[in-house]
């Protein structure tokens, strides 16, 4: 069962979605937080930005190291609308956060838990905790409804 400061920060992350939803970008949001405090806000940008990097995940990771002047964030947890890809899972443990929280899974390229787990893989030096399901139906709805508005444009 989520904490009420869980539901708080990923309703921010849902707004980051939103964000990325009216710039046609898939509606993924994420917020870093450090000593129960925002310090950086994240939404999907890659395809305004032209950079295969942009998840909302990098962006925040992106701003957080540069609101604390550095890379390593150990005490810190992103929230993230959508489980991790691998791109993000990676850059994820190099920042050694502690905790990542997301919403909906991916079963197609998720790997917090659905495709891979990286997380949970022994061999590797830093162990993140991670905490799924936080307002799932709605962080799925918004991207099942983003998805089927796109089809109907397309059609």
């Known amino acids: 069962m989520p904490n009420m400061r869980d539901i708080e920060f990923m309703q921010l992350a849902l707004e980051q979605a939103r964000v990325a ?83 909906a899974q991916d079963p197609k390229t998720g790997c917090a838990h659905s495709v891979l787990n990286l997380f949970d893989n022994k061999q590797l030096n830093h162990h993140t905790i991670i905490e799924r399901g936080v307002l799932e139906t709605e962080c799925s709805q918004i991207l099942k409804d983003f998805f089927k508005e796109r089809r109907l444009r397309n059609s």
């Open 21 to 103: 939803q009216r710039i046609n970008e898939v509606p993924v949001g994420a917020v870093l937080v450090l000593n129960d405090r925002v310090i950086a806000l994240g939404h999907n940008q890659p395809i305004n930005q032209n950079d295969p990097s942009a998840h909302a995940e990098m962006v925040a990771l992106r701003l957080g190291g540069q609101a604390v002047g550095n890379y390593r964030l150990p005490d810190a947890t992103l929230y993230v609308t959508l489980e991790p890809c691998m791109m993000c899972s990676g850059a994820i443990m190099h920042a050694r956060l502690s905790r990542v929280v997301y919403g």
